[in-house]
């Protein structure tokens, strides 16, 4: 499984930023795909996850109602778009894959890729 993300960049405070996701090597819908961010100096948190399969989707406290998950299964991405965004989401995002979702309520990853950097101004 191969993950590579991109779409980071520098925003202000209120701003909107999307994020692609590039995936290659699963053989089945039995996956769960989405991101997590590590901010300098702090544990990485897992925010936003679909499982592919039916759509079920996670989304952590922090980021529910300013981000949204959608994939693009013709083009094998998955997309993070960040709406309204604040400086504390200042991090690098990652995309990460698993079996199911569970593993959103860590960082219990199977694949993840490089990060991109996001920057939120003030």
């Known amino acids: 499984v191969q993950l590579q993300a991109s779409g980071g960049g520098l925003v202000q405070a209120g701003g909107s930023l999307r994020l692609s996701c590039t995936a290659s090597g699963f053989t089945s819908s039995d996956y769960a795909i989405g991101w997590f961010r590590q901010a300098p100096g702090l544990e990485p948190e897992a925010i936003v996850g679909?499982?592919?399969?039916?759509?079920?989707?996670f989304y952590r406290d922090s980021v529910k109602g300013r981000f949204t998950i959608s994939s693009d299964d013709a083009k094998s991405t998955v997309y993070l778009q960040m709406n309204n965004m604040k400086p504390e989401d200042t991090a690098v995002y990652h995309c990460a894959a698993a079996v199911d979702l569970i593993a959103w309520l860590g960082t219990a990853f199977e694949s993840w890729g490089q990060g991109t950097l996001v920057t939120v101004s003030s």
């Open positions: 679909i499982y592919k399969r039916d759509g079920n989707t």
